[in-house]
C-alpha cells in the first residue's frame, strides 16, 4: 500500500537549533518525494522535491531508499520556519496523484 | 500573476443539502486536481483532470460527489446530499502539465451542521 507517514504530529525547537522533520514512506515503484509547507494563514506551498536537490530556506532533504525515508533538515532553524509541514510522494512513471502524510507543526521557540 | 483561487473561502450547509465548490486554476495549466483535508489529516485526493476530461476519480468517496471542467478551465465539485461527514476543507490545485509541481489554491472550509 501506498503511505506516507509523519510520526511527529508537534515539533518545538529553538531558535538555532537544528531541526529533523521525519517522513517514511512506502511505494512499490520509483516514488518521487515532496515537502510542502503551510505557514499561518498562507496556501499550502512547495518547499523542495528530491529530484531537484535543492535547498531551499536552508532546508535539504535526502531521499534513502534503503531506509524509504525523506527526513527533512535544517541546520539553524529560525522563527519564521514555524509552520505545518506536509511530506508527499507521486509515482516518477507519471501518475499524478500526491499522498500526503499527516503533517508536522514546528515550533521554533524564542 | 494570480494563483489558484477557490470559492466561497467558506461554506455552511445543512446537513441534506447541495452546494458547488468553484476553483479557478492557473491560466495556462491543463491538469486540475481536487483534494479533501479532514481536521488533522493531510489533503487526500479526489480527482484529477486533464483537460475537460476526468482522468482519474478513483477518490471521490461516493456517488454524492461529482466534479466538472466543461471548458478545461475552472472547475465545479458538486457535492449533494451533504453529510456531516463531508465537513472538511476542499483544496484544488493545478499544474502545467500532468507530472509538474502542483500549485495549491486556499481552500474553501464546508461545515456540514
Known amino acids: 500500500a501506498q503511505r506516507v507517514t509523519q510520526p511527529e504530529k508537534l515539533l518545538s525547537v529553538f531558535k538555532g537549533a537544528p531541526v529533523e522533520l521525519k517522513c517514511n514512506y512506502s511505494?512499490?515503484?520509483?516514488?518521487?518525494l515532496f515537502w510542502y509547507v503551510q505557514y499561518s494563514r498562507q496556501r499550502l506551498q512547495l518547499l523542495l522535491r528530491?529530484?531537484s536537490r535543492e535547498s531551499i530556506k536552508g532546508f535539504t532533504a535526502d531521499l534513502n531508499k534503503g531506509e524509504t525515508s525523506f527526513h527533512l533538515k535544517k541546520p539553524f532553524a529560525q522563527e519564521e520556519d514555524s509552520a505545518m509541514y506536509y511530506c508527499a510522494l507521486s509515482g516518477l512513471s507519471g501518475t499524478y496523484k500526491y499522498i500526503f502524510g499527516t503533517g508536522t507543526r514546528l515550533k521554533v521557540l524564542a | 500573476g494570480a494563483g489558484v483561487s477557490q470559492t466561497p473561502s467558506n461554506k455552511v450547509t445543512e446537513k441534506g443539502k447541495y452546494v458547488e465548490l468553484r476553483c479557478d486554476p492557473i491560466?495556462?495549466?491543463?491538469?486540475l486536481y481536487w483534494y479533501r483535508q479532514s481536521l488533522g489529516q493531510g489533503p487526500e485526493f479526489l480527482i484529477y483532470f486533464q483537460g475537460t476530461g476526468a482522468a482519474d476519480d478513483s477518490g471521490l468517496p461516493n456517488d454524492r460527489f461529482f466534479a466538472v471542467r466543461p471548458e478545461g478551465s475552472v472547475s465545479t465539485l458538486k457535492i449533494q446530499r451533504t453529510e456531516r461527514g463531508d465537513s472538511a476543507v476542499y483544496l484544488c490545485a493545478s499544474s502545467l502539465e500532468r507530472n509538474n509541481e502542483q500549485f495549491f489554491g486556499p481552500g474553501t472550509r464546508l461545515t456540514v451542521l
Open positions: 511505494y512499490s515503484g520509483s516514488p518521487e
Open positions: 528530491h529530484i
Open positions: 491560466s495556462g495549466h491543463t491538469a
